[in-house]
Nanobody, 120 residues
């Protein structure tokens, strides 16, 4: 499974961005996906998760009501719509997929990340 994020950038507080995660490879083996973020000096945290059927599973309390996770299986792409952005949302955002490998073992796959910067 290969994951490539895009859509990050610089935005003013209160603005919006939409992140995309293009998925390729053994997409049929994916059970769940999610967006994580990591700010400088902080641990990586889950922002939002989604099942392979497209059902959001959870959102971090800090983004509830502002961020929306979705996927388009026809395009093999997952999205994160981020509205009402705050300076504390600034981080590198990572796409994650949990899938079974060729040996039937569950494995976490990660993209390289996309930077989101929010100016106050």
């Amino acid at each position: 499974v290969q994951l490539v994020e895009s859509g990050g950038g610089l935005v003013q507080a209160g603005g919006s961005l939409r992140l995309s995660c293009a998925v390729s490879g053994s997409t049929f083996s994916i059970n769940a996906m999610g967006w994580y973020r990591q700010a400088p000096g902080k641990t990586r945290e889950l922002v939002a998760g989604i099942t392979s059927d497209g059902d959001p599973t959870n959102y971090a309390d800090s983004v509830k009501g502002r961020f929306t996770i979705s996927n388009d299986n026809a395009k093999n792409t997952m999205y994160l719509q981020m509205n009402s952005l705050k300076p504390e949302d600034a981080a590198v955002y990572y796409c994650n997929a949990w899938a079974y490998n060729d040996y039937g073992v569950g494995v976490d796959y990660w993209g390289k990340g996309t930077q989101v910067t929010v100016s106050s």
